[in-house]
């Protein structure tokens, strides 16, 4: 008597078709919550490829190539749809942050269908869980100050500069707060001080993954901005972090220190930023 065997049919693909936006890399098995929407209120679904999966939507006509949506670099419909972009993105990745570790995408990353997304996990595969595993159980919290009194008023000249050498605020007291900071933090990233994103030029602010996080939804008050930086904190370390910038804040009335997160470790996901990444 034959014997005939049949390939165990395997679950049907229920990912999206059509271009798909990409929010963050999280390890498979994480399913995003039911009604969760993202680009274009599309829903999020999660798109494994061996021990990862990448949330995404497919907002459809919102993200054709010449859209807001679009690759960074090119051009974006208009700043309203773009903010719309944003806001979607933090909510996705913010939400699945809160639950497990995410490696956020830069904001406007598509990809032309699922199996270009199964690609690109395959291909980066050893990079993606070696960051999943050493932002594990980390989020990022941003801190910035402003001038107060006499110094808010005066502007830069232009060639002044905001940082050293080593990436450290030239200000004394901005860098003494960053290096109590820092001695909390597993790490530091010091961004570009900046009053404003300044109009008309939205789309290239758009293109940095930092300006994907809430840190920069931050109201900027009056005064000239003396330190603009992002800390990896580990969870347990929270309290302290934040006590620490509560202590700096009282004792520096030169200074208005806003503290925002946490948020999703969007400044790390760049192993450069990571002290001590193997490889």
């Not at 009194?149 to 005066?154: C, K, R, S, T, Y």
């Amino acid at each position: 008597m034959a014997v005939t065997t049949r390939p165990i049919a395997g679950p049907p693909d229920e990912s999206p078709q059509g271009p798909l936006y990409v929010y963050g890399i999280v390890r498979r098995g994480f399913r995003p919550r039911p009604g969760l929407t993202g680009v274009g209120d599309a829903p999020v679904v999660a798109v494994p490829e061996g021990r990862l999966a990448a949330l995404v939507s497919a907002p459809g006509s919102a993200c054709e190539p010449s859209g807001v949506c679009g690759p960074p670099g090119e051009p974006a419909a208009d700043d309203a749809s773009l903010q719309a972009t944003a806001d979607a993105h933090r909510r996705v990745v913010d939400e699945a942050a809160a639950a497990v570790c995410v490696l956020p995408t830069r904001l406007g990353t598509v990809h032309r269908d699922a199996q270009e997304v199964r690609r690109t996990l395959a291909a980066r595969a050893d990079l993606y869980r070696r960051l999943l595993a050493r932002l594990d159980g980390r989020l990022e919290w941003g801190v910035k100050a402003y001038a107060r009194g006499e110094e808010a008023d005066a502007a830069p000249t232009g060639d002044e500069p905001v940082a050293d050498e080593a990436g450290e605020p030239t200000d004394g007291l901005a860098r003494a707060a960053h290096h109590a900071l820092a001695d909390i933090a597993e790490c530091s990233c010091v961004h570009t001080p900046q009053d404003a994103c300044p109009a008309g030029v939205a789309a290239a602010c758009a293109t940095s993954a930092y300006w994907t996080s809430p840190i920069a939804r931050a109201p900027y008050p009056h005064g000239r901005n003396l330190l603009d930086s992002a800390y990896l904190v580990p969870r347990e370390a929270a309290g302290t972090f934040a006590e620490t910038v509560g202590g700096l804040a009282a004792r520096s009335p030169e200074l208005r220190i806003e503290l925002t997160g946490p948020w999703a470790p969007y400044s790390f996901t760049e192993p450069g930023r990571l002290p001590g990444f193997p490889g």
